[in-house]
């Protein structure tokens, strides 16, 4: 699959996922287009090594889909409890 594919690919898991994730949303779409390319490739990855999905394909395959959703989901959650906090210390005056 192309990296123009994976983008695309990114970009709607991403969406599903934060339909999916609640919590409330600090971030736009720049930052769901990346968590959601990020999990796409790393889904897209999982999912052809353990779906053996391979090629052009693989776009069309639902394995991948939702190895790419769950892989922006994960990332999406990871996110949300990193941002929590907002770079505050958690010494307090």
């Not at 968590?35 to 889904?43: K, N, T, V």
């Amino acid at each position: 699959m192309g990296i123009i594919a994976w983008i695309v690919l990114g970009l709607l898991a991403g969406m599903i996922a934060k339909m999916l994730v609640p919590g409330r949303d600090g971030h736009g779409l720049v930052i769901t287009t990346l968590i959601g390319i990020a999990g796409a490739l790393l889904g897209g990855f999982l999912a052809s090594r353990v779906f053996h999905v391979a090629g052009v394909q693989g776009f069309f395959n639902l394995s991948t889909w939702v190895c790419a959703i769950a892989g922006a989901a994960v990332l999406l959650v990871a996110y949300h409890l990193v941002a929590r906090n907002g770079g505050r210390s958690y010494r307090r005056r």
